[in-house]
Nanobody
Framework: VQLQASGGGLAQPGGSLTLSCVLS????????IGWFRQAPGKEREFVAA????????YSADSVKGRVNIFTDNAKNTVYLQMVGLKPEDTGVYSC???????????????????WGQGTQVTVSS
């Protein structure tokens, strides 16, 4: 499985961005896609994840209510829509695949494989 994240950029506080993660070369049916971010000088942290089949999603408390994660299976793409952006949302956002089916474990980075190249999000006035 290959993943390619895109859609990052510079946004003002309170603004919005929608990130895309395009999947290719996969044959799995039951898996989830997670978004993680890493700010300068900090460890990578979980943002949100969704089952590829749709329906079940899970997001970190730090972004809950400000992110919407959804899939477009026809386009092999997972989107992370972020609103109400804050400077602390700044970081490199990456997507990855997990075969873990229990959503309450989706925050565990070690369960993910096939990390895609990240996309930079900068929130600044």
């Amino acid at each position: 499985v290959q993943l390619q994240a895109s859609g990052g950029g510079l946004a003002q506080p309170g603004g919005s961005l929608t990130l895309s993660c395009v999947l290719s070369g996969f044959s799995l049916d039951d898996f989830a896609i997670g978004w993680f971010r890493q700010a300068p000088g900090k460890e990578r942290e979980f943002v949100a994840a969704i089952a590829w089949s749709g329906g079940v999603s899970y997001s970190a408390d730090s972004v809950k209510g400000r992110v919407n994660i959804f899939t477009d299976n026809a386009k092999n793409t997972v989107y992370l829509q972020m609103v109400g952006l804050k400077p602390e949302d700044t970081g490199v956002y990456s997507c990855a695949v997990t075969k873990e089916v229990q959503s309450n474990y989706w925050y565990v980075q070690e369960l993910y494989d096939n990390w895609g190249q990240g996309t930079q999000v900068t929130v600044s006035s």
